[in-house]
């Protein structure tokens, strides 16, 4: 059986592909990339097929990561039915989602930040209008709550994937 994640912000240029980068990375590190998959998108099609914004390209390579060759992608209604865990970055797009959503996939919505073990905070600002710091900061709170977010994964649902044929 395979989990399908799903990290959700405005324009799918800044958070969540960095959230998706860097939980592809945990999954791929544990072992379990037969096991989970991640995309990412946003709620507003204005950046349909745009690359990650060059500062959040910029703060994962500084960190090891490639996005540059992300394009962003809106959230459509065929990813509630799909995806078991769809994330939110912030309450913002959390309202997007939940008008969005199908009733019957309600369940599957969460914060990201839920499962951060560091930082009490509610969301993952968006550094878009923000300093090359934001960028930073954001990609702390990120990284920190993917790892979370694996672990719940994992201590939920490990028997699937054990037993799984």
Excluded: W
């Excluded at 800044?14 to 939980?23: D, G, K, L, N």
């Excluded at 710091?133 to 672990?151: Q, T």
């Amino acid at each position: 059986m395979t989990k399908n994640v799903l990290f959700v912000c405005m324009g799918n240029i800044c958070r969540s592909p960095t959230a998706e980068i860097i939980f592809k990375q945990i999954v791929h590190s544990s072992g379990m990339s037969n096991h989970i998959n991640v995309d990412s998108a946003g709620t507003h099609a204005s950046n349909s097929s745009r690359l990650a914004d060059h500062r959040a390209v910029m703060e994962a390579k500084n960190r090891g990561f490639d996005i540059s060759s992300h394009k962003s992608r809106p959230l459509n209604i065929r990813d509630f039915s799909y995806f078991d865990l769809l994330i939110a970055m912030d309450f913002e797009n959390m309202g997007f989602m939940k008008e969005m959503c199908p009733y019957k996939d309600l369940h599957k919505l969460s914060m990201l930040m839920r499962y951060s073990k560091r930082f009490f905070v509610d969301e993952v600002p968006d550094p878009y209008y923000d300093d090359l710091n934001g960028f930073s900061r954001v990609f702390e709170y990120i990284e920190d709550a993917c790892e979370g977010l694996f672990n719940f994964i994992y201590e939920n649902y490990s028997n699937e994937f054990i037993y799984d044929k």
